[in-house]
Nanobody, 128 residues
């Protein structure tokens, strides 16, 4: 059974940092696109793409970010641990949301929000 389990959320002051982790189990995700989405309060029907990594076909991965987090957030992965991470710096109140990890064989599906695998979410709250 495939599972994605997020951790690392919490309450932080504006300007602070958090590191989210997503541990995958049930299969190997090294060739999968993996990424992070968020759902802000009052926007329960909108899950926003935040960052993603797609396999180049060799030994590298390409990264992609929504404009609002570029320069502040960094996505990374550790295939040996079957995990993906989101380092979030210079956090703003508008970053407050439930953050979800996702994975899919195709980056296009991930990016479109139709990934085959999703975690349960972790709450990030940024106080201003």
């Amino acid at each position: 059974q495939v599972q994605l389990v997020e951790s690392g959320g919490g309450l932080v002051q504006a300007g602070g940092s958090l590191r989210l982790s997503c541990a995958a189990s049930g299969r190997t995700f090294s060739s999968y696109a993996m990424g992070w989405f968020r759902q802000a309060p009052g926007k329960e029907r909108e899950r926003e793409f935040v960052a993603g990594m797609r396999w180049s076909g060799s030994t590298t991965y390409y990264t992609n970010y929504v404009d609002s987090v570029k320069g502040r957030f960094t996505i990374s992965r550790d295939n040996a641990k079957n995990s993906v991470y989101l380092e979030m710096n210079s956090l703003k109140a508008e970053d407050t949301a439930v953050y979800y990890c996702a994975a899919d064989p195709a980056f296009a599906s991930l990016r479109a929000g139709t990934a085959g695998y999703w975690g349960q979410g972790t709450q990030v709250t940024v106080s201003s």
